[in-house]
């Protein structure tokens, strides 16, 4: 797909997951690209039908632009519960386990998840794929002994890069932590893989959703819907 289809597909996934978004509501807003143009369109929702709805941002960048459109945002540490979220992802295979943290805001994307009754995924055709192996899966580390975890992972073959700005510095999270990106391996068995990262010394998250998503929303001219009760 081109730039713009794949830019449309996005625009067309948000739109259709904004007019699922109920009244009276705490709503949990992604990060990245994608929910970017969720924000756009629920906003939109929000001033034609004046709908009671409060939000919690995913990322510093959700936060600014939710502010700059002057929508009620509330802080994360005053609440328990968020009753929806609607967030992008990375990758997500046939039985709705994604990546996610492409962005560099895993670690609040996955609190709110946790939080929220509901999750809901917004994507392009491009995201949506057989099996997540092979794919690259961001670890957030803490900063002080970071390389220790970095020895770790190329000790057990997972490929590990640091990742960085553009300008060479090395790339800070929302929560000022680093990223050390990896390859999942061909036939991982992610519950380990997932159980494995969060043992590890200085490993604050890492990108795997597993579980997480309740309906997946694929954009296109027609859009498709996934969810995780159609699997069972």
Not at 36 to 64: M, P, W
Not at 146 to 171: A, C, H, I, S, T
Not at 185 to 195: G, N, Q, T, V, Y
């Amino acid at each position: 797909m081109t730039k713009t289809e794949i830019e449309k597909q996005k625009a067309q996934a948000a739109a259709y997951a904004a007019k699922l978004v109920p009244d009276h509501i705490v709503l949990g807003l992604g990060s990245g690209t994608t929910a970017a143009y969720f924000v756009k369109a629920i906003n939109q929702r929000i001033n034609d039908e004046h709908l009671d709805i409060q939000c919690v941002a995913t990322s510093v960048g959700t936060e600014k632009l939710a502010e700059k459109l002057g929508m009620r945002m509330l802080d994360v540490n005053t609440i328990d519960q968020v009753d929806l979220t609607v967030d992008g992802a990375d990758v997500v295979d046939h039985q709705l386990n994604g990546i996610k943290g492409g962005g560099a805001a895993l670690l609040f994307e996955k609190l709110v998840a946790d939080m929220s009754k509901q999750n809901i995924w917004i994507v392009d055709q491009s995201k949506y794929t057989d099996s997540l192996a092979g794919h690259i899966l961001p670890i957030e580390v803490i900063p002080f002994g970071g390389m220790g975890v970095f020895r770790y992972l190329k000790e057990n073959g997972y490929q590990p890069e640091f990742r960085f700005k553009d300008n060479g510095d090395v790339l800070e999270t929302d929560s000022g932590n680093y990223l050390i990106n990896i390859i999942i391996p061909k036939d991982a068995d992610l519950e380990k893989l997932s159980i494995d990262l969060k043992k590890q010394t200085g490993v604050v998250e890492h990108g795997l959703f597993l579980n997480v998503c309740d309906e997946l929303i694929i954009g296109g001219d027609q859009i498709k819907t996934i969810k995780r009760s159609d699997l069972k």
